[in-house]
């Protein structure tokens, strides 16, 4: 079996992946390349290309592959043993234990409507942060309905102190591409994002 902190990984740059997949779409700029946020200077076609790459080469070295299966409510990251595929990348029914396989739902809590309405909501601190403060501390609010969203399907005002130092401190310098301006505002914005949400 996988250990724990290779799973948790796979689980993390699958997810934020999809996060860059999204940014890429609502933006519609298939051009765009970024900087490695790699230490070890891995790059890849896109943000996304390169995260689902580290996630594969980690995978391998344990001799295991990734798939995302989509259900009719949520997607499914699924890692299971190379050993069970033939020369040519398909599954081999005679070789599939389902005990070797992880499943990890994609969705959050796992209940689709539940994630849409924590996303709503934090969309909608989101937005309320930008109009009330601008649009600097308003992008902000908006990795940080990313991150509570995608990594916790939690509303941003029930983050724990933990989690919200987790955003400022990994989250955010990997996956916000601020700006200067943005970055030194930053652990204000949370604060704004947070008294916010809880007073409505």
């Known amino acids: 079996m996988l250990p724990d902190d290779i799973i948790d990984e796979a689980e993390r740059l699958t997810r934020l992946a999809r996060e860059a ?102 969309r909608a601190v989101a937005e309320a942060v930008s109009e009330r403060h601008g649009e600097v501390h308003g992008f902000n609010a908006h990795r940080l309905a990313d991150f509570a969203g995608n990594h916790y399907a939690k509303p941003i005002e029930d983050l724990t102190p933990a989690e919200r130092e987790e955003f400022l401190t990994e989250y955010y310098p990997r996956n916000g591409w601020p700006n200067d301006k943005q970055r030194a505002l930053v652990a204000e914005s949370v604060e704004l994002a947070r008294e916010l949400a809880l007073d409505d």
Do not use: M
């Open 21 to 122: 997949d999204a940014r890429l779409a609502h933006t519609n700029d298939e051009a765009v390349t970024r900087g490695s946020p790699f230490e070890d200077g891995y790059t890849g076609q896109t943000e996304a290309d390169r995260y689902r790459a580290r996630r594969d080469e980690l995978l391998a070295e344990h001799g295991y592959v990734a798939r995302v299966r989509s259900e009719d409510t949520a997607e499914v990251l699924v890692c299971h043993p190379t050993s069970w595929l033939d020369d040519e990348g398909t599954v081999v029914v005679e070789r599939v234990d389902p005990e070797e396989a992880v499943e990890i739902q994609l969705s959050g809590t796992g209940d689709s409507d539940e994630w849409k309405t924590v996303e709503a909501h934090n």
